[in-house]
Every structure is written in structure tokens, then in C-alpha cells.
């Protein structure tokens, strides 16, 4: 069965410091995975996903995520971390056929001023 | 680009009552729907899809259907309501246009009292 883990429940960065938020996976074959972020009250908004190709994927609002397969990882960064990006993140993997997701349980992020 | 419109955006549910969630997507067509529900503003569950009018895959047992009337259309029902169906519940779609990427909409927000 596919799988994916956060292992950290929160972290926390000072503005303009780099920022990682851990992810690993677990799949049968080819992995297609996702990051999404969550606000207070709202629903999931699309970072980034990989499918294939360069292991580096660049996203939205200037998050990138790095696929990496010996050690089945998909740390989702990025380089100067901002107030406004403190929120909810998930990874996520695609399960079988239609598109499913299955979820992380999700790492708060918080960016401190 | 799609549009996913959810409503009502927050309802409180007497124990016993039914319900009813509606969800329709605009700027697609033929889209893949899914209803997921996320408990203590953590984990997302998988609770339905849909891959056509009158399709429905059920992911979980438990007191909650749905349905697909019209292509863009996607219901969430219950005949009554227990205190465990509170949560917050998105719906999702893969439209034809969007490739592997699931998009979310706002959410409803379900107390059940």
C-alpha cells in the first residue's frame, strides 16, 4: 500500500532563514507526489508536484521540493522563509488508478518575525 | 482554469438530522470529484469519488453517501447524523485539463451538536 510520512508534527524558522519540511514515501512502482498548504479555515491550495524528470521541482510562491529515490524523500524548501508562509503542509502520494490521494498528516509550519 | 464551488460554508447539525454538502465544479468537463473529510485539522481521509454521473466509489464505511447527479455536481448526504461526522470536508477534482494535479475547494465546516 502507499504511504507517506511527515515525521515532524511542527517546525519553526525565523524569517529569511531556509526552511525544510520532511517527506517520505513509500510506493509500488513509479511515485507521483504532491505538496499542498492549508490556511487557517481554508481549503488545500497546490504547491508543486513530481511525476518524472528533474528531481528538483520548483512550485509555487517560491517553494521547491527535491525527489529523491535512494533515500525515498520529498523535502519540500525554501531558501528565505517569510511570516506569511506559516501555515498547514501536506505531502501527498497518488494511490493506484484515478488520481487518490493519500495524505501526511500534515507539518505546521511557523515562521517567526 | 477550474472553479470548485462549495456551500453551505459552515453548518450546525443537531445528532439525528441529515445533511446534505453540495459541491460543483465550473471550467471543466467529465472531471474526476472526490470528497474527502479532515478531523482535528490534521489528516485528510479519502471518503468518496467519482468518475462519472451516477459513479461512486465509497473508500471508507461509514454513515456518510454520495452522489453524482450532473456531471459537475457532487453530493455528500447522511439520513442522521452522529457526533463523529463533525469535520471539515473538501471536495476535489481532477478536471480533464489538469493533468495528476487534484485541486481543492474551500472546505464546509460541519458541527454536529
Known amino acids: 500500500a502507499q504511504s507517506v510520512a511527515q515525521p515532524e508534527d511542527q517546525v519553526n524558522v525565523a524569517e529569511g532563514n531556509p526552511l525544510t519540511v520532511k517527506c517520505t514515501y513509500s510506493?509500488?512502482?513509479?511515485?507521483?507526489l504532491f505538496w499542498y498548504v492549508q490556511y487557517p479555515n481554508r481549503g488545500l491550495q497546490f504547491l508543486l508536484k513530481?511525476?518524472?524528470?528533474?528531481?528538483l521541482v520548483k512550485g509555487s510562491y517560491g517553494f521547491e521540493a527535491e525527489f529523491n529515490k535512494s533515500q525515498t524523500s520529498f523535502h519540500l524548501k525554501k531558501p528565505s522563509a517569510l511570516v506569511s508562509d506559516s501555515a498547514l503542509y501536506f505531502c501527498?502520494?497518488?494511490?493506484?488508478?484515478?488520481?487518490?490521494?493519500?495524505f501526511g498528516a500534515g507539518t505546521r509550519l511557523a515562521v517567526h518575525p | 482554469s477550474q472553479t470548485i464551488h462549495q456551500w453551505p460554508a459552515t453548518l450546525v447539525q443537531p445528532v439525528g438530522s441529515p445533511l446534505s454538502l453540495e459541491c460543483t465544479v465550473e471550467?471543466?468537463?467529465?472531471?474526476?470529484l472526490y470528497w474527502y473529510r479532515q478531523a482535528a485539522g490534521r489528516g485528510l481521509q479519502l471518503l468518496f469519488y467519482?468518475?462519472?454521473?451516477?459513479?461512486i466509489s465509497s473508500e471508507v464505511p461509514q454513515n456518510l453517501s454520495a452522489s453524482r447527479p450532473q456531471d459537475r455536481q457532487f453530493i455528500l448526504s447522511s439520513k442522521k447524523l452522529l457526533l463523529s461526522d463533525s469535520g471539515f470536508y473538501l471536495c476535489?477534482?481532477?478536471?480533464?485539463?489538469?493533468?495528476?494535479?487534484?485541486?481543492f475547494g474551500e472546505g464546509s465546516w460541519l458541527t454536529v451538536v
Open positions: 467519482s468518475v462519472g454521473i451516477g459513479q
Open positions: 501527498a502520494v497518488r494511490d493506484g488508478g484515478y488520481n487518490k490521494l493519500i
Open positions: 476535489a477534482t481532477r478536471g480533464v485539463s489538469s493533468g495528476n494535479t487534484i485541486y
Open positions: 513530481y511525476i518524472t524528470g528533474d528531481n
Open positions: 471550467g471543466t468537463s467529465n472531471p474526476n
Open positions: 510506493v509500488s512502482g513509479n511515485p507521483y
